[in-house]
């Protein structure tokens, strides 16, 4: 016990840093997430060719080695990024890659009635996309995106290969250390609580959706 | 001097005609109602008349402008979409499927339009909308949710949305096919009182029976052809086009 008290200051610290990456990506990657959709969804041909490129790319490819590429990748080519910020680069382009194609499936969920009833009352295009079509789909798409938050909270252990002290890392230099597997199940843990934050954060936001069918 | 003009309207789906060069000429006030087989063209008709689908050929002039008219090559053009925009706000639109707004109450539903498009100040549409939810009789249903209303409550909540926006045309498409027939009467009654007040109304349907009792004029679509058209008792009661007899006789038969 008071082994796993002594370990604590040095695993929350790594807390710190997967949290701040955790938050980081969500507040860029939610929202971008819509915006890279709405292009994906776009008639104007060319941007519609370029998201699909760009998803394919940041689908197709491991998240550890995007992460590699624009870490060691850009500092051959001279451009040097501090190492939390190509973790966070990394992370916004490959969450935003994933986040858009399920709020694309959202938007294409919700029934063309929608789009010609705005439509017929005037409504701009993007209006409707404000007022009528997003409303409608963050509901619909609340169940995937927590399984995205989720995993991203997960992913956040892959910056250890790029040397960011986040709390896997914490957890494996403090089993190295002292020869002990405790720090392993302590991380788990950290991780647990985390995600069981996570799940009661959405099922708080499902419920406030609820006030509709 | 009609209110709506539409001139050789003619429309192609792949490889099918679907509107063979029709035209509709429809009075200020007028009650015009289109009944005809499914797949008769009728419902694309009117979704043609505003805009929801494009023709290929043909003009279509509203309250004395001009939407869409043919170019030296003889194709539809269409004016730009501000004018569009504009044009088509003098038409209301009523669906089968009522589309209402569901994340929306039932009076945000019928300020939502009047505030975002006309920007109207926000008592002025709140007593507009409520007005007309009284008037269709919902008075007491401004704050439910569509989920929590009947069919025929949604499709009255429709109406009144669309009339929120002061439309000089009204349009139905089929406004109560997706109704249990209970249910299909508290929204032709509403449509009924529309009527009496002279809004102009073209309504595609099946209700022969409302159609003989309310529209001025009966017309009969088939194969993307207007078959026959006149007066209710005209089209209805003494039909001379075979095709029109025949579904009548098949409407009726199955009542």
Do not use: C, I, M, R
């Given at each position: 016990m008071e082994y796993i008290a002594s370990l604590l200051p040095f695993m929350l610290e790594g807390t710190a840093v997967t949290l701040q990456l955790f938050f980081l990506t969500l507040v860029m990657a939610l929202p971008l997430g819509v915006v890279f959709a709405v292009a994906r969804l776009s008639k104007f041909k060319p941007l519609n060719v370029f998201m699909q490129f760009y998803i394919w790319v940041f689908r197709g490819t491991p998240l550890l080695l995007q992460l590699f590429f624009i870490y060691f990748g850009l500092g051959i080519i001279g451009i040097s990024l501090d190492r939390f910020l190509a973790a966070v680069v990394a992370f916004v382009l490959n969450y935003s890659a994933y986040l858009a194609e399920i709020y694309r499936s959202g938007m294409q969920s919700i029934d063309r009635g929608q789009f010609e009833a705005s439509d017929v009352l005037g409504l701009s295009r993007w209006q409707t996309l404000r007022h009528i079509i997003l409303p409608q789909m963050f509901k619909r798409v609340l169940p995937p995106i927590s399984n995205e938050v989720i995993n991203l909270i997960k992913d956040t252990a892959l910056v250890y290969a790029i040397g960011i002290s986040e709390l896997l890392r914490a957890a494996k230099i403090a089993a190295l250390r002292d020869y002990l597997f405790v720090p392993f199940i302590v991380a788990a843990v950290f991780y647990l609580i985390m995600t069981a934050f996570i799940q009661q954060f959405f099922k708080w936001l499902e419920s406030r959706y609820d006030y509709y069918r | 001097m009609y209110i709506l003009q539409a001139t050789n309207i003619y429309k192609r789906f792949q490889h099918t005609d679907?509107?063979?060069?029709i035209s509709l000429n429809v009075e200020k006030g007028e009650v015009v109602a289109i009944i005809g087989?499914?797949?008769?063209?009728k419902s694309t008709f009117l979704r043609c008349l505003n805009r929801l689908e494009t023709i290929d050929r043909g003009q279509i002039e509203i309250g004395g402008e001009i939407m869409v008219s043919n170019n030296a090559d003889g194709k539809a053009v269409y004016r730009g979409e501000k004018d569009i925009a504009r044009i088509r706000r003098k038409m209301g639109m009523v669906f089968q499927n009522f589309?209402?707004?569901?994340?929306?109450?039932v009076l945000e539903n019928l300020m939502m339009a009047p505030l975002?498009?006309?920007?109207?100040?926000v008592n002025e549409a709140r007593d507009t909308a409520l007005a007309l939810l009284k008037k269709v009789g919902l008075?007491?249903?401004?704050?439910?949710?569509?989920?929590?209303?009947s069919g025929g409550m949604q499709q009255r909540v429709a109406i009144a949305r669309a009339l929120a926006m002061n439309p000089a045309i009204m349009c139905f498409d089929?406004?109560?096919?997706?109704?249990d027939p209970e249910l299909t009467g508290e929204v032709l009654k509403v449509m009924k009182d529309l009527a009496q007040e002279r809004m102009t109304m073209i309504v595609v349907t099946h209700e022969i029976g409302f159609a003989r009792e309310v529209a001025h004029r009966v017309i009969f679509m088939d194969d993307g052809l207007i078959v026959e058209q006149g007066t209710a008792s005209e089209v209805?009661?003494?039909?001379?086009?075979d095709r029109t007899k025949a579904f009548l006789g098949t409407v009726l038969m199955a009542r």
């Open positions: - | 679907v509107l063979k060069d087989p499914s797949g008769s063209g589309n209402l707004f569901p994340h929306k109450s975002l498009v006309n920007k109207s100040d008075a007491n249903n401004a704050d439910s949710y569509p989920f929590e209303l089929e406004p109560t096919s997706a109704l209805l009661l003494n039909p001379q086009q």
